[in-house]
């Protein structure tokens, strides 16, 4: 059996070295232009000569959750795309989101800003009550999320296209209970894939409709933002604030106007990084299932985009 890897921005070895040992017979390369057919694909934004010159794949694992920019290749027909299907990212997610909705809630900036200036003063407790957190996507990284945050009693609701069950969480499903949702959400959380229908959903008219005082948090990708809306929200007054780890262009251009926004908490695409050992752990074993005709999680389906 053939893999063959191709992720830009990484670096190969410790993945070619890990595939190798969890897969002892197969043989791992790097793709070159012109090397011969491989069985199974390792990638990460790859270039399209690479899947027209890869013909006779027949997996493709991404060693990402998110599959948009995989998506907008022409891939072979036959072969399976799969993602990474948690790997680790999804107690990343939770300390991310978490972490973002306390340090608003608990008014932590504000104490820092106190404390800076030498000031010993305290603050009236908020009601946890009137920060109810809306939770768009409900997948592996979003279900584990709101129920992080069910367990600090925050209200929370949660929206995705089929209905869920999740403990601790008002689940809403489909665009008819887009806005039902909205309405009972004061800090939204985005958890969505980048699909045709999620481009874009966090607008001025999605956004004015989340509760007086909203805050945003964008771990899912820049495009699900409309950035001059949300700065329009910031400037009137009706959001608060925003906690942004992914963007529409990245590296954020330097003059990007949320750079230096007070409102606006920036970090670098990494609220869920990918973790090379869980991840090859998990390709591997998945490898072996498809070689030996067994059902495995994490298929994409193209159609629907994630
Ligand atoms: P997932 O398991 O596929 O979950 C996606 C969720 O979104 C599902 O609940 C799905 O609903 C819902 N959904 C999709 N389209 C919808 C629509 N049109 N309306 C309502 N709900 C919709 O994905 P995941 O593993 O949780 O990852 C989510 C995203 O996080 C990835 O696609 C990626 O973009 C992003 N991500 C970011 C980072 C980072 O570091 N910033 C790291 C990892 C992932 P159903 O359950 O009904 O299908
Ligand atoms: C990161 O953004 C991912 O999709 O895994």
Request: charged share 20%; glycine share 8%; net charge neutral.
């Amino acid at each position: 059996m053939k893999i063959i890897f191709c992720c830009t921005g990484t670096k190969p070895e410790p993945w070619l070295a890990g595939l190798r040992s969890a897969l002892p017979g197969a043989e791992v390369e790097v793709w070159q232009p012109g090397a011969p057919q491989a069985d199974h694909a390792v990638v990460w934004a790859p270039p399209q000569q690479f899947f027209d010159e890869q013909t006779a794949l027949k997996g493709i694992f991404n060693i990402g959750a998110g599959v948009d920019a995989l998506l907008k290749l022409k891939l072979p027909p036959k072969a399976t795309v799969v993602r990474l299907d948690d790997a680790g990212m999804s107690v990343q997610m939770a300390e991310y989101v978490c972490h973002a909705v306390i340090r608003h809630f608990r008014e932590f900036d504000a104490y820092e800003a106190d404390i800076r200036a030498g000031k010993w003063s305290y603050r009236k407790p908020l009601e946890r009550s009137d920060f109810p957190v809306g939770v768009m996507g409900l997948g592996v990284l979003g279900a584990r999320v709101a129920q992080s945050l069910a367990q600090f009693d925050f209200p929370v609701v949660g929206w995705s296209r089929s209905a869920k069950t999740l403990a601790g969480v008002r689940c809403f499903a489909g665009a008819e209970r887009f806005s039902d949702f909205l309405s009972a959400t004061r800090i939204l959380v985005n958890l969505l894939p980048l699909t045709p229908e999620t481009r874009d959903i966090m607008r001025l008219q999605t956004l004015s409709q989340l509760q007086s005082g909203g805050y945003v948090i964008n771990v899912a990708r820049g495009a699900h933002l409309v950035d001059e809306d949300l700065l329009s929200l910031l400037d009137k007054g009706h959001l608060a604030g925003a906690t942004l780890d992914v963007f529409r262009t990245e590296p954020l251009p330097g003059e990007h106007p949320f750079w230096h926004n007070p409102k606006i908490t920036i970090t670098p695409h990494t609220s869920a990084r990918t973790l090379r050992d869980q991840s090859i752990a998990q390709i591997a074993g998945k490898i072996r299932c498809l070689e030996a005709g067994q059902p495995i999680v994490g298929v994409v389906d193209p159609v629907r985009g994630y």
